[in-house]
């Protein structure tokens, strides 16, 4: 099994462009997650999604955006990139009340 | 108060020494506790589980204390590959949401 895979892992964007975090997992876990973690920061979770069709906002959404199609996929959508996201995002999936499986991380820089 | 705290470190101990780290949360109806260990740029990978009875894996003992609303993480005998940030994580009771500590930042030094 893969677990979680994210890509890309490193991405650099100018201010303003829009971009797709990908987001997939083959252990058919129903619950999955968006955090970002800046550095020397603790994570910040953006997004959740509890099911397909189900998404829902966590701590930090503003500028993003999810989708959650499939119980496999859950892309983090970046509209209009600002130097303020700039960060490490991280993907991970669990099942209810259990440990969540965390993808490598995607990199982002904005300038 | 913080949901869930941590004391960040750094702590330096050397090879060989038992170190122990506390977790407080604030919320006394979370059930599910698990430490994560985090490398430098890197994704946090779990650790273990915490159980309410205590539970214990090699060098790693994990502990609840339900009372006074923490958990705690010994690792016994240090090795220099046990540096790294170990978090923290509580769920939330009533979402489908994890709280994660900012983490305890272990070095051990040869």
């Known amino acids: 099994n893969a677990g979680v895979t994210q890509t890309p892992k490193f991405r650099i964007l100018k201010i303003g462009q829009s971009m797709t975090l990908q987001c997939a997992q083959d252990?058919?876990?129903?619950?999955m997650y968006w955090y970002r973690q800046d550095p020397g920061m603790g994570l910040k979770l953006i997004y959740y999604s509890v099911g397909a069709g189900i998404t829902d906002k966590g701590e930090v959404p503003n500028g993003y955006n999810v989708s959650r199609s499939t119980t496999e996929d859950f892309p983090l959508r970046l509209e209009l990139a600002a130097p303020s996201q700039t960060s490490v995002y991280f993907c991970?999936?669990?099942?209810?009340?259990?440990?969540?499986?965390f993808g490598d991380g995607t990199r982002l820089s904005i300038l | 108060r913080k949901e869930v705290e941590q004391d960040p470190g750094p702590f330096n101990v050397p090879e060989g020494a038992t170190v122990a780290f506390n977790c407080t949360y604030s919320n006394s109806a979370s059930q599910s506790f698990f430490w994560y260990r985090q490398d430098c740029r890197k994704e946090p990978k779990l650790l273990m589980s915490v159980y309410s009875s205590g539970n214990e894996d090699g060098r790693f003992t994990a502990q609840l204390n339900r009372a006074s609303q923490y958990i705690s993480l010994l690792i016994r005998d240090s090795k220099l590959s046990d540096s790294a940030t170990y978090l923290c994580v509580v769920n939330s009771p009533g979402t489908y949401k994890y709280i994660f500590g900012t983490g305890t930042r272990l070095k051990v030094l040869a």
């Open positions: 252990m058919n876990h129903n619950y």
């Open positions: 991970a999936s669990c099942v209810s009340n259990q440990p969540q499986h």
